[in-house]
């Protein structure tokens, strides 16, 4: 069976699985370092802000590890490696902005500039940053100066050239 077969007859066995426990699948494939396979599957919260907790992830990978044990899928000996994609990885799609709401992110803009903000909102168009500063500038600064109405943006994802989550240390306390 060619890789891209295995890996869509992969991907169809934890969709279900993630489906029911409301996750998404970002992707699932056959990774080969020697005689060593393993099946990698990333999964997410299937929308909005929050975190996919250990115990639920500890849950899906026995389910997912059944199943594929039951199918024979990939055949040989496999080691089965489930996670999440990390908070620096990037955001590609409408719903990993979603699930940024209220982190701050870098933007790299197709027009060459690079902003940072913290995301208000984000829907199937475009996402709105608060308090958008220039990368670089120092943390706080805005334009119009001390004191002024933090500046707000909302980009379309045509507009965005890349995103990623800036790892803060010290987070602004929510509302």
């Known amino acids: 069976m060619a890789s891209d077969e295995v890996d869509r007859l992969l991907r169809s066995v934890v969709e279900p699985i993630a489906a029911a426990h409301e996750l998404a699948v970002e992707g699932v494939r056959i990774r080969v370092r020697g005689r060593l396979r393993t099946v990698v599957v990333v999964l997410d919260l299937a929308d909005g802000p929050g975190a996919l907790g250990s115990d639920l992830l500890a849950d899906v990978t026995r389910e997912v590890s059944d199943a594929l044990d039951a199918v024979d899928v990939p055949g040989d000996a496999y080691t089965l ?58 943390t706080g600064a805005r334009s119009g100066g001390r004191g002024a109405a933090p500046e707000t943006r909302t980009l379309t994802y045509p507009q965005i050239a890349s995103a990623v989550v800036e790892v803060e240390l010290r987070r602004v306390q929510e509302d």
């Open 81 to 138: 490696e489930v996670s999440t994609p990390g908070v620096t990885r990037p955001l590609t799609t409408p719903r990993h902005f979603r699930r940024a709401q209220r982190r701050l992110l870098r933007v790299e803009l197709t027009d060459g500039t690079a902003l940072t903000g913290r995301v208000t909102s984000a829907d199937d168009d475009g996402v709105t940053l608060t308090a958008v500063a220039p990368v670089g500038a120092p």
